[in-house]
């Protein structure tokens, strides 16, 4: 399956992150046409699409916005999460720094459709290089007319708040981003009442991830056939895919859903060494990991599922044969523990209590007896915690242990540094020798 | 099912709710719709367990110990936010594995990094985590890593101490403090395990109502430095009863042991304090033992000996004999509607005298004219779940936080819930923004002139059906207020209520401890009102006193001048007066002096008998709260002797050859034959607005926490008080600096001065706190012309 860069298309262009570069290849033109049309339409259009949502969880992007009520008094918010934190997951951030202004027209274009007069970017405090390309755009759109009052002679007002996180995980589940961003502390809420109802400010509220979003001025100017014409059924479009790992060529491959991991790594210029492939994971930490068995599954949302796990982010990570699968659960649980809001007791308390298992486990000091109450353990979470991020935390052990059960037998005994040496995996060897 | 509230004006109304059917465990049943699963099941007797969950905050899940399933949704739900559905089945831990293994893990989270200390934590034996984690958890932890630890305790407030490392995160005192108290000065800080609770730096858990976040705490991470280390719960004996400290009215359980009191907590009482009370209800007990006259004393040859019983009322009966119809009664503002009526009937038979008045503060003629015709003897015509449905309360000469904390609370939940709060004061304070009120300002003095102009949209905002006015005590100091106030309830058809800051005003008021007034309101000078209560006395009307007495201040200017021979005085500290020198002057001055007092004061010292009364966790009685609603308690000490001060003037008055019930039981089977008052009543006052004094006025009321004798030997308490400081407006402030001396007729006082929300011809400062007793200092009150010189000098 060929690449088919869209948002990605003009990335060679170094000034395509100025307004004059972006409108050098088109850009804005969708918005003038959105602002004629009635918002209503526009809602239609992204439905009929069947745009899903890029954040993760894949849910239909115009049903979402549907959900927000009309006419009802009240301002409305639309809300960016451009909080990339996952690990594994890096598309958003390229693209913020690369092409700034899709977000910003699809910003523009998805305010108009949802009647928001105010929108918010709450972009990862870590990366000050997004924060300062975002916040440029904005400047520039601004001092171009795309925002603020009567834009385009539409009669559309709208601000544009670019908001730079303080470096919390929690703060990408989009309650505990809307607390954040109203100042309180970043802890998810109770559900309903959900966003599109009751969200920023107790508004209605959209939160849209940055790929999203930047779909939006693609299918609103070109067209619903157009996007349908990439993907499947009931994964329309194409995916903004991060690869990383041991491969020869991390990085952004613009793809149509549907394309295999193998397809994906041919762009990738294959494994590092021609080392086979151990385990990978389609879209970050939090979604259950596969093998090289699975390499020729379709990267759509459905067959991800079908597969035992989730597209999650998009964002392959690939592992070789020197990774120690317990190694890279104790990491990934390591992450999850720190970064536990704390706020209930499942996610608070069993990271805690996993990350210690887990810890003894690399140092060859795990138990039969422990490997059944981690089993357990995750089960005690997974359902059971407040958000998602108790969930994704027990993910990567039983997901770990489908595949790879004797790895946690043999850490019973042995240290994992003893089996696997670190050294072997780590990525410059193999860099250096190409 | 029709829900029928039975309180408040208009509360016969039927509310008719839409039912839902559901079934929970097999059990099908009818609830309101939205009513929470863990609300409905606890009607069913099933006990689904909880941390987080309380029925008076907001639900928050956090804790996940409530796991429920519910059929058709994939995970288990937390029942404590779950709402219920027509037609919803649901299964608890009784009837569902998946429940029964969810809640049981997350148990097992729970105890994971709480130390079980238990066998030297306060909350073992009563605690909801000890009981749950043996009713619901495993019977042993799985868990053999390290637990996270912290250092031990810490001061959240000089009364509130966190141990951290036993806190399960569930939020019970954060959520209390923002959105019942008002105060988030406490919050969660940190993230994942190592989340606790804190506060910001050098700015302490300084709540008025903070010992409530130690009373629902679901461990034994907050404990109180008054209890810490104290007990076991299961060495106490508990006994419910009702608060003393203020005219609430909270519903309290004191546990003691070995005679001795421990601890007070909140009782539930869903109709007046929920289940709050203010800290100087749970903790201001200490003086019950301290300070005490343990026996009885007479003077002799001008020195005080101690005598016995029988000596010491032969003592008081001679005096008092030879005194009669020439003999006033003060009785504190503390007593039980009991001992105010032993009071009354003892000045009005054994002594034949009507010189009777309870108030020992700041009052007026026009006051006790109002208390009489509108107060004393009414039944609630507002209450406190009638401010959660008014459109609006007014606030008169009144601040709720400091002089009736729990009605502050129920003004901000009401607030919460729509209502408008206005109050008329001088001073738009912190307490009024926490109800999300709005000041009516009145310079002190004026605020009848204020109540007399409202403007037309402030009116009809207060016309609306159920509105409230309450004014409070303070109203006596300025002329025209309580007309003012009797006026526009009239006028706008609100409910009124009045207020009085001590616990035993109202009910000193209603069992006639007031000149002209006779038990439940009856006017003195009404004939069937005699006959009424000379039948229940056993006399005949002609027997009482033929016109109406004297006020307290007439009693102590007649004492003073030699009018009166004797004074029998009941829980008075002198200094509570407006004018602490003639009350001086007047015991000084009177002929003879039987003082009843439980503490030694400035009265026994200068008394020629004083008689030992009992304390209120000594004896049994009844309060009426500002609502006039009865809190009555029973004796909590049950082996404590000091008798009350009914069967002590009961004593004496046997010894006068005068018959009086001195005990509960008898008193209130009077007090019930007599019945409710529906005769003639008081002329309302209708007393000019005052003009209010030239230059800089005076502003005051009585803090919480203050320098109350009530309040003595709790340091710990007493460190979470506001400052002493003096308030005034910006401009006032840019003129004088940082300090002020505030000048009165008797004297100054020199404090730290703070900018507020107040006019620029006002100053602030507290009434009786430690560095500023405005009556003693500065020999002025609220509405009094002061001076005011920057920094320290006078």
Known sequence: MALTPVITEHWDDPELFTIAGYRRHGGYSALAAALKQDPDAIIGTVKDSGLRGRGGAGFPTGLKWSFVPQNDGKPHYLVVNADESEPGACKDIPIMIANPHSLIEGVIITSFAIRANHAFIYIRGEVPEAIRRVANAVREAREAGLIGRDILGSGFDLDVVVHAGAGAYICGEETALLDSLEGLRGQPRLKPPFPAVAGLYASPTVINNVETICNIPYIVGRGVEWFRQFGTEKSPGFKVFAVSGHVNRPGIYEAPLGITMRELLDYAGGMIDDRPVKFWLPGGSSVPMLTAEHLDTPMTYEAMAEAGTMLGTGTPMLFNDTVSVVKAVTRWLEFYKHESCGKCTPCREGTYWITGTLERFQEGHGSDREMEVLTDLCGQIAGRSFCALGDAAATPYPAAMKYFRDEFAAATSTPVDETFDPAASYVFSGAAAR | ?794
């Open chain 2, 1 to 794: 099912m029709t829900v029928t509230s039975n309180s408040g004006p208009g509360s016969d109304v039927q509310v008719a709710t839409d039912l839902i059917t559901v079934v929970i465990d097999g059990v099908e049943m009818q609830v309101p719709k939205g009513t929470l699963v863990i609300r409905a099941a606890e009607q069913l007797g099933i006990e689904i367990p909880r941390f987080c969950d309380h029925p008076l905050l907001d639900p928050v899940a956090a804790c996940r110990a409530c796991l429920i399933e519910v059929e058709g949704m994939p995970k288990p739900q937390p029942a404590c936010a779950q709402a219920l559905t027509d037609g919803m089945n649901v299964k608890t831990q009784y009837a569902s594995e998946v429940a029964r293994l969810a809640q049981e893990g997350v148990m097992e989270f729970l105890l994971l990094n709480h130390p079980l200390d238990c066998p030297v934590c306060d909350k073992g034996g009563e605690c909801p985590l000890q009981n749950q984690a043996m009713s619901v958890g495993r019977p042993e932890t799985r868990f053999d890593g390290e637990k996270r630890e912290f250092d031990k305790p810490i001061n959240v407030s000089a009364q509130v101490l966190l141990d951290r490392e036993r806190c399960v995160s569930c939020a019970r005192c954060t959520r209390f403090a923002e959105q019942i108290a008002g105060d988030p000065m406490i919050e969660l800080l940190e993230r994942g395990a190592k989340q606790q609770v804190g506060t910001a730096d050098d700015q302490p858990f300084d709540s008025y109502f903070s010992g409530n976040t130690v009373q629902i705490c679901p461990v034994g991470a907050l404990t109180s430095a008054s209890y810490r280390f104290r007990s076991r719960p299961f060495d106490l004996v508990s006994v419910p009863t009702a608060c003393e400290h203020c005219a609430s009215g909270c519903s309290l359980r004191t546990d003691y042991r070995r005679g001795v009191v421990t601890r007070r907590l909140a009782w539930d009482d869903p109709q007046v304090n929920e289940e709050w009370n203010c800290d100087k209800g749970r903790f201001a007990f200490t003086y019950q033992r301290n300070g005490r006259v343990e026996h009885p004393m007479i003077r002799e040859n001008g020195e005080l000996r101690v005598a016995s019983w029988p000596e010491a009322i032969d003592a008081a009966t001679r005096g008092l004999a030879a005194a009669r119809g020439k003999v006033g009664v003060l009785v504190g503002g503390r007593s039980t509607v009991e001992d105010a009526y032993a009071y009354a009937r003892f000045a009005r038979t054994a002594l034949a005298s009507d010189d009777i008045d309870f108030r020992v503060r700041q009052s007026s003629d026009e006051e006790a004219a109002f208390l009489a015709a509108r107060v004393a003897g009414t039944r609630v015509s507002a209450s406190y779940d009638g401010l959660e449905v008014a459109p609006a309360v007014l606030l008169v000469s009144l601040e709720p936080e400091d002089e009736s904390p729990i009605l502050f609370l129920r003004l901000r939940k009401a607030a919460r819930g729509g209502t408008s709060v206005l109050s008329v004061g001088a001073v738009a304070t912190d307490s009024l923004a926490k109800m999300s009120g709005r000041l009516l300002t009145a310079r002190p003095g004026e605020e009848a002139a204020v109540l007399r102009s409202l403007d037309d949209a402030t009116r009809s905002l207060l016309s609306q059906p159920g509105t409230v006015i309450l004014v409070g005590e303070r109203a006596a100091g300025s002329a025209g207020t309580l007309s003012a106030v009797a006026e526009l309830a009239d006028a706008t058809g609100a409910a009124l209520a009045w207020v009085p800051r001590r616990a035993g005003e109202r009910s000193a008021l209603d069992a006639g401890a007031l000149a002209g007034l006779l038990p439940g309101g009856r006017p003195l000078e009404d004939p069937q009102a005699r006959e009424q209560v000379a039948a229940a006395w056993g006399t005949t009307p002609a027997d009482l006193p033929a016109e109406n007495g004297r006020s307290g201040d007439a009693i102590l200017r007649a004492a003073r001048d030699g009018d009166l021979a004797a004074l029998v005085v009941g829980g008075v500290q002198l200094t509570d007066y407006a004018d602490p020198t003639l009350a001086e002057e007047a015991i000084g001055n009177a002929g003879f002096v039987v003082s009843l007092e439980n503490h030694h004061s400035a009265v026994t010292e200068r008394a020629d008998v004083v008689l030992p009364v009992a304390v209120v966790t000594e004896k049994a009685g009844t309060f009426l709260n500002w609502e006039g609603r009865p809190r009555p308690f029973g004796q909590v000490l049950r082996d404590a002797l000091t008798m009350g001060d009914a069967k002590v003037l009961s004593m004496v008055a046997d010894a006068m050859g005068v018959a009086l019930p001195g005990d509960v039981r008898s008193i209130r089977m009077e007090l019930g034959s007599l019945g409710p008052w529906a005769g003639s009543r008081f002329q309302t006052p209708a007393v000019a607005s005052g003009a209010g004094a030239t230059g800089t006025v005076l502003a005051s009321w009585r803090l919480l926490l203050d320098s109350g004798l009530m309040q003595e030997d709790e340091p710990h308490l007493a460190a979470t008080a506001r400052p002493t400081v003096a308030m005034a407006s910006a401009t006032a402030v840019a003129a004088l600096g940082d300090t002020v001396t505030v000048t009165g007729p008797a004297g100054s006082v020199t404090l730290p001065l703070k900018v507020a929300d107040i006019a620029d011809d006002v100053v602030w400062v507290p009434m009786n706190s430690p560095g500023c007793h405005i009556h003693t200092d500065l020999g002025a009150t609220p509405g009094a012309s002061v001076r005011l010189t920057a920094g320290g000098a006078a």
